[in-house]
């Protein structure tokens, strides 16, 4: 049984999709420049939020940091409206904690927001410790920095951690830092684009997780 589960958070605790388009399509009108498309937002969700501004928009750096700073500014206005909790994760979560599985968070997106939501849907005791992209300067997802930080941070071992995510960015992630990891195909990412990132385990639902720990 694995000591530790590292969950990804958008695509894989919650549906934030809806609301990341549209935040995103509103800050491409704000800014006057061409809207991108739901799919070409979808494929970005994952990377830290300056780089998703950067490549759906092909910005300089100083308009890239621009649009994050308008996509901040209009995230209570859209984005967590639109965000709900993926089917049976509060249960879930629910079942792993009583079990003893120590739990954590390692997302691209920024702290404020993600407290926001965990605390929305009272998701925030699950967790032991979350690691956000803009509270520390590591390198972002594929790469293992998330990962090895927080099996430091829980004392565990990669062979005791499962990486939980939606994106091949999550499954690189936990490859690297020689985790197990588990891709769920209700998210983000094609199953196609997940099994490309060679997880351990795919699922459909996120309460098969059970069965896998």
């Known amino acids: 049984m694995p000591k530790a589960i590292l969950f990804d958070f958008d695509g ?11 935040t ?22 994952g990377l830290p939020l300056k780089k998703c501004v950067q490549t759906l928009g092909q910005l300089s750096d100083k308009e890239a940091e621009e649009g994050t700073a308008i996509y901040r500014k209009l995230f209570p206005v859209y984005e967590i409206e639109h965000i709900s909790i993926f089917p049976s ?3 879930t979560l629910s079942l792993l904690f009583s079990q003893g599985i120590r739990m954590a968070i ?8 993600l407290d926001s939501i965990l605390q929305r849907y009272a998701l925030e005791n699950y967790f032991e410790t979350i690691l956000t ?30 990486v939980v995510g939606d994106t091949s960015f999550d499954i690189e992630m936990g490859n690297r830092a020689h985790c197990t990891t588990v891709a ?30």
């Open 12 to 22: 894989t605790l919650a549906n934030t999709a809806p609301g990341i388009v549209l």
């Open 24 to 45: 995103m399509q509103k800050t491409f009108q704000e800014m006057c420049l061409p809207i991108p498309t739901d799919e070409a937002v979808r494929h970005t969700i």
């Open 89 to 91: 994760v509060s249960e």
């Open 106 to 113: 390692c997302t691209s997106r920024n702290k404020f927001s």
């Open 133 to 162: 992209a803009d509270t520390h300067k590591l390198n972002p997802k594929p790469a293992p920095d998330m990962a090895l930080v927080l099996m430091e941070r829980l004392q565990v071992s990669a062979s005791q951690t499962l």
């Open 184 to 213: 769920v195909t209700y998210g983000n990412h094609s199953r196609q684009q997940l099994l490309s990132a060679n997880p351990t385990h795919i699922i459909d639902h996120f309460d098969q997780i059970v069965e896998i720990v």
